[in-house]
C-alpha cells in the first residue's frame, strides 16, 4: 500500500521561508517522478514543480527562482525549499508520485495539469501580509 505523507506546512510572513517533506513508502521511491502541487478552495489544482529520479527538475514560472525542489532517494524524501513567499502562495500542498516522466510545456515548464498516481493529503501553508 503506497502512502505519502507531506509536513512541514504552517504559518510565515511574507518575505519568509519554509521547506516542506514529503516521505513515500510503498513503492520503489528512485523509480518514481515526483511533483508538488498547490491548491486553493475554489480553484483549480495547480502544480508546481517535478523531479525526475536521477534529479532533473522543472517549474512553473510563477515559482521559478523562488522554490527549489530536491529528493533524497536514501531517505525517500521529497523537499520542497520555498523562499521569498508571498500572500498569494496561501494553499494546502500536496506531494505526488508516479512512474511517468515530468510532462514538460512547449516552453520548457512543468506542465501544471499534469496527474500523477499517488497523492498525500496535504500541508497547509498560510503566508501573512
Known amino acids: 500500500q503506497v502512502q505519502v505523507v507531506e509536513s512541514g506546512g504552517g504559518l510565515v510572513q511574507a518575505g519568509g521561508s519554509l521547506r516542506l517533506s514529503c516521505t513515500a513508502s510503498g513503492l520503489i521511491f528512485d523509480d518514481h517522478t515526483m511533483a508538488w502541487f498547490r491548491q486553493v478552495p475554489g480553484k483549480e489544482r495547480e502544480g508546481l514543480s517535478c523531479?525526475?529520479?536521477?534529479?532533473?527538475?522543472v517549474y512553473v514560472d510563477s515559482v521559478k527562482g523562488r522554490f527549489t525542489i530536491s529528493r533524497d532517494n536514501a531517505k525517500n524524501t521529497l523537499y520542497l525549499q520555498m523562499n521569498s513567499l508571498k500572500p498569494e502562495d496561501t494553499a494546502m500542498y500536496y506531494c505526488?508520485?508516479?512512474?511517468?516522466?515530468?510532462?514538460?510545456?512547449?516552453?520548457?515548464?512543468?506542465?501544471?495539469?499534469?496527474?500523477?498516481?499517488?497523492w498525500g493529503q496535504g500541508t497547509q501553508v498560510t503566508v501573512s501580509s
Open positions: 523531479i525526475s529520479w536521477n534529479g532533473d527538475s
Open positions: 505526488a508520485a508516479d512512474p511517468a516522466p515530468c510532462v514538460v510545456t512547449s516552453t520548457g515548464d512543468f506542465d501544471s495539469g499534469t496527474d500523477f498516481a499517488y
